[in-house]
């Protein structure tokens, strides 16, 4: 997957930043993550200025961990070194930690001014980059967006429920989440539906529900709207749970939910 991260101008920034930040999780190795953020011109250096604090606050071996094979990590320092060496600005990370010794580890990455003729935007990165570019017309911006080889995953941030089922219908996207990074995957009876390049006819996606036997017959489409704040508790209102950074309550929540299971 290469998934698109689409903030329209309405959004709530700080959740959207929230949401790109869970990206980094696992490193960025799922295929959902999010690696390509759009971020409309209005609302722009806000969500950069939110997410740069927050990716910089992450600590190894807490909220994220290493890759998980040393060529893995070669192959994206390789696209992230090819963005560098032509003109991209590495606003956070793009380097290996190397004050820790067991595991192959990497620096959470930011990339602004990306061109399309760059490795990051042509290849599946799977690892923890995330591209950020700026829109002012968002009919262009999805009309680019479904060039993409892949289609497996989206993330769209706005408060209009409206706008983003309209807008999840434009995409040629199996999966489209509002509000939200890969919400979808927790619906166990919600189609998984990868399109393009990100399905196969006999095996693979879809999964979930009745998808499982339906994938031999049609292409399908899932959208996942947030439309309000998890359990309804105001501290949750711009953020999830499962979302980093983890504190000391949610690792004791997670050690709790290991121990029982």
């Not at 250096?45 to 997410?51: A, N, P, S, T, V």
């Not at 060496?85 to 067991?102: F, V, Y």
């Amino acid at each position: 997957g290469i998934a698109p991260f689409i903030v329209l101008a309405d959004a709530d920034i700080e959740l959207a930043a929230n949401a790109a930040l869970y990206g980094f999780s696992n490193l960025g190795q799922y295929c959902k993550a999010p690696r390509r953020a759009f971020v409309a011109a209005e609302v722009y250096e806000d969500f950069i200025d939110r997410l740069l604090r927050k990716v910089n606050a992450l600590v190894p071996g807490k909220d994220y961990g290493p890759f998980i094979a040393g060529f893995q990590r070669n192959k994206v320092e390789a696209q992230v070194n090819d963005a560098k060496a032509k003109g991209a600005l590495i606003a956070t990370g793009g380097c290996r930690i190397s004050d820790r010794e067991k595991g192959y580890w990497y620096r959470p990455t930011v990339i602004l001014h990306a061109t399309n003729d760059m490795r990051v935007m042509q290849e599946e990165v799977f690892g923890p980059v995330l591209t950020i570019a700026p829109f002012t017309n968002l009919m262009n911006t999805l009309a680019f967006v479904n060039t993409f080889p892949q289609g497996l995953n989206a993330s769209v941030l706005t408060r209009n429920e409206k706008t983003f089922r309209e807008v999840a219908h434009l995409l040629t996207i199996g999966n489209v989440v509002g509000n939200g990074n890969m919400e979808n995957w927790l619906v166990s009876s919600l189609p998984q539906c990868g399109r393009k390049g990100s399905t196969l006819h006999t095996s693979g996606l879809p999964r979930h529900g009745r998808t499982g036997f339906d994938r031999f017959d049609f292409p399908l489409q899932s959208i996942t709207y947030r439309k309000y704040p998890f359990l309804y508790l105001p501290f949750f209102r711009h953020t999830n749970p499962w979302w980093l950074p983890y504190g000391r309550t949610t690792m004791l929540a997670l050690k709790a939910f290991l121990w029982a299971f």
